[in-house]
């Protein structure tokens, strides 16, 4: 029988505290998911989840970082295999990947509805620039190095791409029909796109 140490025994309380939060965050809201509630479904004490978190916003932050990091994983997963790096199809792929993931209930509930109110509308622009503008950023670049995109300061226009995905996914989450929505706001952020592209010589 395999032994855990104190430190895989920690981190797995923290994982499973993790699991738990994200679970009720996307069923109840942030609101309605009393600390009392994360500690039963995740099995632990009290003690376990202020060890590791100092209060149900910290734990919150934590899980709208994860969140964070899985919709970047999947926006660069599908850009890869849409075409090489700095390609259209690289580009625009990652963009839709982006919007796809923001279908997904616990991005809806926990990224677009109440990140921004629990978090403050600051530190939800500041932890959201530091999982999406590299991302954005390194795709802008590299398309204007191959020559997809006419070459201008890089910086201002991943600022103004991102903000233009993050709209989008608000609109989506507040609309009557999501799907309908991401259908509309996607083929808006691909014509955004397109008035980028160098011109054919």
């Not at 479904?41 to 100092?54: C, K, M, Q």
Request: net charge negative.
């Amino acid at each position: 029988m395999e032994v855990k140490t104190k430190a895989e025994r920690s981190e797995a309380t923290r994982d499973a505290l993790l699991r738990a939060a994200r679970d009720l965050f996307t069923e109840r809201g942030y609101a309605e998911t009393p600390t009392e509630e994360i500690v039963r479904r995740a099995g632990v004490t009290r003690g376990a989840l202020y060890h590791h978190f100092e209060d149900k916003t910290d734990v919150f932050a934590a899980v709208f970082k994860d969140l964070a990091c899985e919709m970047g994983d999947k926006a660069r997963a599908a850009a890869m295999a849409a075409g090489p790096t700095g390609s259209w199809a690289h580009l625009i792929e990652g963009c839709r990947a982006f919007l796809d993931a923001c279908l997904e209930p616990s991005v809806q509930r926990i990224v677009l509805q109440d990140a921004p109110s629990v978090l403050g509308w600051e530190r939800w622009r500041k932890l959201d620039a530091e999982h999406g503008f590299g991302l954005v950023r390194k795709a802008l670049e590299v398309a204007m190095e191959s020559g997809v995109l006419d070459k201008q300061p890089v910086d201002p226009l991943a600022h103004m791409v991102l903000g233009a995905l993050n709209e989008a996914a608000l609109a989506m989450v507040r609309a009557d029909d999501v799907h309908r929505a991401r259908a509309e706001v996607g083929a808006a952020i691909e014509r955004l796109l397109e008035g980028l592209k160098t011109a054919p010589a």
